[in-house]
């Protein structure tokens, strides 16, 4: 079973501050993987798929990158409506295993 | 437009059976290529994937619940189904059921629905 850990749990950030979260698979995943954005008690939102695609009506100050193991989410400038729990998941066609997230707070 | 929406009851004991179905619309599960999934959220803990249905019946499952967890669809109802054997009350979470296609992410979701397991 693949494995995903997202690290920070919890990030503190300003309002215009770069934001980098990183999430790494305990094996590889090609370029399966996707980032969610929840907001308290929404369904998750895709963001990114294929590890850096933009979804479709996504701000463009969201991007992806990486493949294999190590994968990074990037807010280059992070806004108001930006805080909220950011969620990796690896998506082979057999299972779709989510990182534990990363809570992004106003500092 | 795609929709989906879980329904099943809000309150289990423990060591019941907990069935959950998901109905959704804008989309056939007889099309190739596409699939239903359910995910589940403890309150205040991170997302957790537990099953997925696809078009050709293909079944897969969270490998930690799989012995617990049977997934079926009904093509003609719209519908996908979703039995947890067993619930204790650390299943209490929000369940998710989720469109996607092979190859590609959940792109969308339910709105939930929270079950929570007592005495």
């Known amino acids: 079973d693949i494995q995903m850990t997202q690290s920070p749990s919890t990030l503190s950030a300003s309002v215009g501050d770069r934001v980098t979260i990183t999430c790494r698979a305990s094996q590889s995943i090609s370029s399966w993987l996707a980032w969610y954005q929840q907001k308290p008690g929404k369904a998750p939102k895709l963001l990114i798929y294929k590890a850096s695609s933009l979804e479709s009506g996504v701000p463009s100050r969201f991007s992806g990158s990486g493949s294999g193991t190590e994968f990074t989410l990037t807010i280059s400038s992070l806004q108001p409506d930006d805080f909220a729990t950011y969620y990796c998941?690896?998506?082979?066609?057999?299972?779709?295993?989510f990182g534990g997230g990363t809570k992004v707070e106003i500092k | 437009q795609i929709t989906l929406k879980e329904s099943g009851p809000t309150l289990v004991k423990p060591t019941q059976t907990l069935t959950l179905t998901c109905t959704f619309s804008g989309f056939s599960l007889s099309t190739s290529g596409v699939g239903v999934g359910w995910i589940r959220q403890p309150p205040g803990k991170a997302l957790e994937w537990l099953a997925l249905?696809?078009?050709?019946?293909?079944?897969r499952y969270s490998p930690s619940l799989k012995s617990r967890l049977t997934i079926t669809k009904d093509t003609s109802k719209n519908q996908v189904v979703l039995t947890m054997t067993n619930m204790d009350p650390v299943d209490t979470a929000t369940y998710y059921c989720a469109h996607r296609r092979k190859g590609d992410p959940i792109d969308y979701w339910g709105q939930g629905t929270l079950v929570t397991v007592s005495s």
């Open positions: 998941q690896q998506y082979n066609s057999y299972s779709g295993t």
């Open positions: 249905i696809y078009w050709n019946d293909d079944k």
